[in-house]
């Protein structure tokens, strides 16, 4: 089953790879420094998807500072034009939250099928691009307190992992956060399983399962469009 | 201001309401345009002032327990000198030494200290004033108390002018131990005989002829018990006819009556019936109820002096605590010539109302014979006889006019009341104000229903500290001024009133009534506020306000007043009001007039030769009060309103009376306006360029329309200054489309930083341009590149001041803990300024960890970034 997985998406990356380029061609007015993309953004049913945050975010060197805050909405025929990329190999990403639509770009576990990724040359103009949004993901909101004064906790380093019973794809199995801030964690995440550990300096390790025991973790699915809430209690370790 | 009068018609009206009051009245009206009448002329109401005055007392007595008390009121604004003599019983003079009497107040003096003293030739007699001034400027009263035996006689002194040479009175007598002293004081330099005829009501007379030496003074006791003809215990009525020979008025008589054991006392006055005006008398201010938890009997009695029987009839207007007001009907009695009697009044006031419900009341009589044919006293008796408030009966149109000047003090447990009572069958208005040292309090225009008596309580007034129109009190520690009251209207005698000290521990009270010699006139009048700014949208209260001075000249504190109101330019100030207030609302920007109209009096004071007594003539005119109301566009809000330099700001700015063409002005230097444009009349919008090497701080902003500028408005020029953190995700974010795009197996750290420019004190700032300056950048050991600084350009957020620094290696072959480090330096890079380092931080960027300045945990929000402190 693992090889089949992998067999397809390999073929996916090369079908989706395969439009590094698109049609270029000189734009007016196009400062220096910048490139042009156009495009639209559709569904998994191909059906054009409006009110779509898009921007583009150079992949092969580090990038200019402020290239995530070039960005466009998509209109109502999916269109969108983001007027100064960073020429060069650039990502080009998606985020619609109040659609359940996670930011492609920064939400770990993503599926890699629905990254797009488009050559950009100084002062040209790229058309064509198509962007897949990705399925709708669930939204996981976490926050942590002491079990007995029911206060935040400083330091709370929270570990989501894909788990064994989730579909293999490439990337980090875990994604690990640190000082978690005391609003908590709340982000999108795509519908998969998970497998949660949260500690904290002074504190017991706690896992998602029946007791916060490692000895009793669980495994945590999270469908699409769901809204997870967790409030973790740790206790604090015997002395 | 000047004055101009324009006399359109001359009328002279005289007014006889209902009692037949008589006063006249000269109408005329103007258009004047400023409203202030000159200042008195040299001879006040008509008279010269240096005109002499010669005032009598029929007697005094410093023996026996009792002192005897002067007290002058001098109601001009100018101090007068006053002449006292001393005559004792015999007639014998002593002149003493003059009393100033300052303008505007009064002088209490013991006549101990003028020479009369006890066991002397001058223990006892009779005192003359003499002065000069204006008619009534010089009011004046003595009062005989004998403390021991809660005894009080007042005398108020009169120019001794009389109608005739016949003098009438009657009194009650308390009681069998009751003693009367009939006094007679001869005030000329000539004999004068008399013939008295005394009676205790019933039909038994004693005769008394008496011849009196120049100034004598004669006191006939009058031993009712002795001589085994006591009166009845309860209504028995005293009385005396006096005729003498020489001239009107050089005989003045009073009868004293006095109970010791009880405390009661009673000064009875003596009139001709020759000065009678109508058949009818009024008394303001009848007590009823309780005093010191003893109730009070009112007492009325009368004589018929006539040669016909007559017929009396009287009523009580009462006003109670609740405010209604109600008559009483009281029994006609009939009284055959020459007799007298009690009028039983009591029973008929508790039959038709509860005294304690009663707050004031006063007592209204006609009678079917000629004017004068009757005599009248009245007063409220306590049950033990100790409390006597006398109400004194007023023969309406031979008094002078609605007017007093009284003195006011409190003292131990007294106080002084005063009673106004209107006299007329319609509604009148009158003034009230006292004065204090240091101050004047004024309860400004009241009005008194038909037939309605006010009473006020000077010491109420100041204990309770209830305000005046103008917010003022009495302070709790003044003790003694003057009062002023005055009908206002063109009858000058539609209003009369009294003051009333009153000791109620000691059991004293004396009735002081003292008439100005007019109502005052109209000086001048305006409208307040003086200064009237309205910004558009907004209101206020505009209140029309007089200033009169009295007869004398001396001004009397001002008061409001109006009746009808205008404006010039209903779109720019609307008006709204009848009386002496009215709301104004600015409608828009500009400039309108308003303008109060109301009727003002002028009285002078003359003598009518046809009636025999003095009359004050009334003018009246319109006046008409303007003022200028500017109405000034209003701003409410600038948005933004802020800024920083190098920068086209456009702003909106909200408000009120934003007419066509309307500008913007900012003050100060570093700003220029452009493209101002008038939305609405609520609404306009501008471009405010803020050159690059503006300074910071705060200028303001005015709009103008139609001429007239608005309030400012704040709009502050910030001066980027430093960064600060808005969020930051640390280094728990990985690149995870290596591999999709590079097909690489590379999951680089990215790094967000979200900071914000603000100015040296932390505001926002605005939209501004910021750029990259990077230095000691290191060799990429990812071997991926360096980073492109940012060139200076606003930020693409579209947040203005708000950006986000994405930080990472990217994707890259070499993985691990490869990557690049650099200085970076944040710039504000201002249109037409220099160039200024927000913030310089050491980049250390690699494969598996982003650090910012040494931090990889994330900066917390907050962060302040570059440099400190404002400079």
Excluded at chain 1, 205 to 215: A, F, H, I, R, V
Excluded at chain 2, 112 to 131: K, V
Excluded at chain 2, 366 to 375: F, I, K, L, N, Q
Excluded at chain 2, 618 to 641: F, K, N, Y
């Amino acid at each position: 089953m693992k090889h089949k997985i992998a067999l397809l998406f390999s073929l996916f990356v090369l079908v989706i790879g395969s439009f590094y380029t698109f049609s270029q061609s000189v734009g007016r007015d196009i400062p220096p420094g910048c490139g042009v993309i156009r495009g639209r953004v559709i569904d998994q049913n191909s059906v054009p998807v409006s009110g779509v945050r898009v921007y583009a975010m150079v992949a092969d060197h580090p990038p200019r500072a402020t290239s995530s805050d070039v960005h466009a909405i998509t209109d109502e025929n999916g269109a969108f034009f983001l007027g100064c990329a960073e020429p060069g190999r650039n990502g080009v990403y998606t985020v619609k939250e109040d659609d359940f639509y996670p930011d492609t770009f920064l939400t770990p576990f993503v599926d890699p099928r629905f990254f797009t990724a488009v050559d950009v040359t100084d002062q040209q103009v790229v058309r064509g691009v198509e962007v897949y949004l990705p399925p709708k993901a669930g939204k996981l909101n976490i926050r942590v307190r002491d079990a007995r004064s029911e206060k935040p906790i400083d330091g709370v380093v929270l570990t989501i992992c894909r788990s064994n019973e989730s579909v293999k794809l490439p990337g980090p199995e875990c994604s690990v956060l640190t000082n978690l801030p005391e609003s908590g964690f709340s982000r999108l995440l795509p519908a998969m399983a998970y497998m949660i550990k949260a500690s904290a300096p002074g504190y017991q390790d706690w896992y998602y399962g029946s007791d916060g025991s490692k000895k009793h973790m669980e495994v945590m699915q999270l469908t699409p469009k769901m809204t997870k809430n967790l409030i973790i209690a740790l206790r604090q370790q015997s002395k | 201001m000047t004055y101009s009068l324009r006399m359109k018609s001359i009328s002279i009206i005289m007014f006889l309401v209902t009692l037949g009051l008589l006063s006249s009245s000269f109408t005329y009206t103007s258009k004047t345009q400023t409203y202030e009448t000159p200042p008195p002329a040299p001879s006040c109401c008509g008279q010269s002032p240096d005109k002499p005055h010669f005032l009598a007392a029929s007697y005094y007595n410093v023996g026996n327990n009792l002192t005897a008390t002067l007290m002058l009121n001098n109601k001009g604004p100018v101090p007068v000198e006053v002449k006292p003599t001393l005559f004792s019983l015999t007639g014998e003079r002593l002149e003493t030494a003059p009393v100033i009497v300052e303008g505007e107040s009064f002088r209490n003096i013991d006549l101990r200290d003028l020479g009369a003293l006890p066991g002397t030739l001058f223990q006892e007699g009779s005192l003359q004033l003499f002065h000069r001034g204006p008619d009534l400027v010089i009011g004046a009263q003595l009062y005989l108390v004998d403390n021991q035996h809660s005894l009080s006689f007042d005398e108020k002194l009169v120019e001794f002018q009389g109608a005739a040479t016949q003098l009438e009175a009657v009194w009650w007598l308390p009681s069998r131990r009751a003693s009367v002293n009939l006094i007679l004081s001869n005030t000329s330099d000539l004999e004068v005989t008399a013939q008295a005829v005394l009676n205790a009501g019933t039909p038994d007379q004693e005769r008394v002829d008496v011849t009196l030496s120049p100034h004598e003074t004669r006191v006939i006791k009058m031993q009712w018990e002795r001589r085994g003809r006591g009166p009845k215990q309860k209504d028995d009525v005293g009385s005396a006819s006096i005729n003498y020979t020489g001239e009107k008025g050089s005989l003045v008589a009073r009868a004293l009556i006095a109970d010791k054991d009880s405390g009661y006392s009673f000064s009875a006055q003596f009139y001709s019936p020759q000065g009678g005006k109508s058949s009818g008398y009024q008394g303001v201010g009848l007590r009823l109820g309780k005093v010191r938890g003893q109730e009070l009997t009112p007492i009325v009695v009368a004589r018929n002096v006539g040669d016909v029987p007559t017929s009396i009839s009287g009523r009580l207007p009462y006003t109670t605590e609740s405010g209604s007001t109600g008559v009483v009907q009281l029994p006609t009695v009939r009284l055959a010539a020459g007799e007298a009697s009690s009028i039983e009044i009591e029973r008929a006031i508790k039959k038709a109302v509860r005294t304690k419900d009663i707050a004031t009341a006063s007592l209204e009589f006609d009678y079917t014979t000629a004017p004068g044919s009757v005599m009248m006293t009245a007063e409220s008796v306590s049950e033990d006889g100790n409390q006597v408030f006398r109400v004194p009966m007023w023969d309406v149109p031979a008094q002078r006019n609605g007017t007093g000047g009284y003195p006011w003090f409190i003292e131990g447990d007294s106080s002084t009341f005063v009673y106004i009572k209107n006299v007329t069958n319609q509604e009148q208005k009158y003034l009230f104000s006292l004065t204090y040292e240091g101050g004047d309090y004024s309860l400004g225009l009241k009005s008194i229903k038909a037939g309605e008596t006010v009473v006020l309580d000077i010491r109420a007034m100041r204990d309770k500290q209830i305000p005046d129109e103008r917010g003022i009190k009495i302070p709790l520690e003044a003790k003694r001024g003057k009062i002023n009251w005055s009908v206002r209207g063109p009858n000058s005698l539609a209003l009369l009133g009294r003051s009333e000290q009153v000791d109620l521990a000691k059991g004293m009270s004396s009735s002081y009534a003292c008439f100005m010699c007019c109502p005052p006139s109209h000086q001048s009048s305006r409208i307040d506020p003086l200064s009237v700014n309205l910004l558009a949208g907004t209101g206020g209260t505009v209140r029309g306000v007089q200033k009169d001075r009295n007869c004398y000249g001396a001004p009397i504190p001002e008061y409001y007043i109006g009746d009808t109101w205008s404006s010039s330019n209903s779109s720019v100030v609307s008006i709204d009001g009848v009386g002496d207030s009215a709301d104004i609302t600015a409608v828009g920007s500009g400039s309108a007039t308003i303008t109060g109209s109301w009727e003002v009096y002028t009285f002078t004071s003359t003598y009518s030769y046809e009636y025999g007594l003095h009359i004050c003539e009334t003018s009246s005119s319109m006046v008409e009060p303007s003022r200028l109301v500017p109405v000034l566009p209003r701003i409410d809000s600038i948005s933004p309103a802020y800024g920083a330099p190098g920068n086209v700001v456009q702003v909106s700015i909200d408000g009120a009376g934003f007419a066509a063409g309307s500008t913007v002005q900012v003050g100060g230097s570093g700003i220029t306006v452009s493209n101002a444009n008038v939305v609405s009349s609520a609404q306009m919008t501008a471009n405010f360029t803020i050159a690059g090497n503006a300074s910071g701080g705060t200028v303001s902003v005015t709009v103008t329309s139609s001429g007239q500028t608005s309030n400012t408005a704040a709009f502050s020029i910030r001066v980027p200054h430093h960064l600060v953190v808005m969020s930051d995700t640390a280094n728990n974010n990985f690149r995870s489309d290596c591999q999709a795009t590079f097909n690489l197996n590379s999951f680089p750290r990215v790094r967000q930083i979200t900071y914000k420019v603000v100015d040296c004190a932390g505001n926002e700032v605005g939209p501004v341009t910021v750029k990259e300056n990077f230095t000691n950048m290191t060799t990429n050991t990812c071997n991926n590149g360096g980073p492109t600084p940012n060139s200076c350009h606003y930020p693409f957020s579209n947040l203005g001041n708000i950006f986000t620094d994405t930080i990472t290696v990217n994707c890259n072959s070499v993985n691990g803990s490869c990557g690049l480090s650099w200085t970076e330096e944040w710039q504000w890079c201002p249109t037409g300024g220099t160039i200024t380092t927000l913030a310089t931080l050491a980049y250390s960027v690699h494969y598996d960890v982003v650090t910012i300045d040494q931090n990889t945990s994330g900066f917390a929000a907050g962060t302040l970034l570059g440099p400190t402190g404002c400079p």
